[in-house]
């Protein structure tokens, strides 16, 4: 079975600012999938977190079948 794309979120840190600042980490299914839907050839930093706020965005408002799984 192939492996299905994850993002875990390893911590949110909320800001003064009101802003969050939040630490990631990705499978290489998530990586191979952002590589093909974008169209980039390579993973960068400020790429995959522009990436990752849009699907969180979706996930919180459960659009284009994104959810969000809390996992023990």
Known sequence: MKPKPE???LDIVDNPNGS???TFET???FD???LKKTGKKRLTKKG???YIKE???KAIE???GFSIEKKQ
Request: proline letters at 0%.
């Open 7 to 9: 993002i875990k979120v």
């Open 20 to 22: 969050s600042l939040i």
């Open 27 to 29: 499978n290489e299914a």
């Open 32 to 34: 191979q999938m952002y």
């Open 48 to 50: 995959v977190g522009n």
């Open 55 to 57: 699907i969180l965005t």
């Open 62 to 64: 459960e659009k284009d």
